[in-house]
């Protein structure tokens, strides 16, 4: 079972900016293999998807967060990272981690897995 483990979150003010990690527990091989995603859960809303990155680093995101936050990977750390800048109000939420589903060649915003446990991110005017 792949654990994984967000952290970076916190309080800022809006315009600011934060960086999220997301480390695993599987071996840097399979880690590599996966499309993955950050997802978030904002206060009265269901989880959606933030952004994708798969395996050669191509990244998608949300038409909410283009051009703000920005996905990475460090394959030899089994990490990930979310830069988040010019972060607003309605960025306000629990962010996670999590492999995603490939279809073809491509990442989807379909989770496949655990939740771990989430950092918050909370920004304030």
């Known amino acids: 079972q792949v654990h994984l ?59 909410s967060v283009k051009g703000r936050f920005t996905a990475s990977k460090d394959n030899s750390k089994n990490t990930l990272y979310l830069q988040m800048n010019s972060l607003k109000q309605e960025d306000t939420g629990m962010y996670y981690c999590i492999r995603v589903i490939e279809v073809g060649r491509s990442c989807t915003f379909q989770p496949s897995g655990h939740w771990g446990q989430g950092t918050q991110v909370t920004v304030s005017s």
């Open 5 to 63: 483990q967000e952290s970076g979150g916190g309080s800022v003010q809006a315009g600011g900016s934060l960086r999220l990690s997301c480390t695993s527990s599987i071996s840097e091989y399979m880690y590599n293999s996966y499309c993955m995603g950050w997802f978030r859960q904002t206060p009265g809303n269901e989880r959606e998807g933030v952004a994708l990155i798969d395996s050669d680093g191509y990244e998608t995101y949300a038409d």
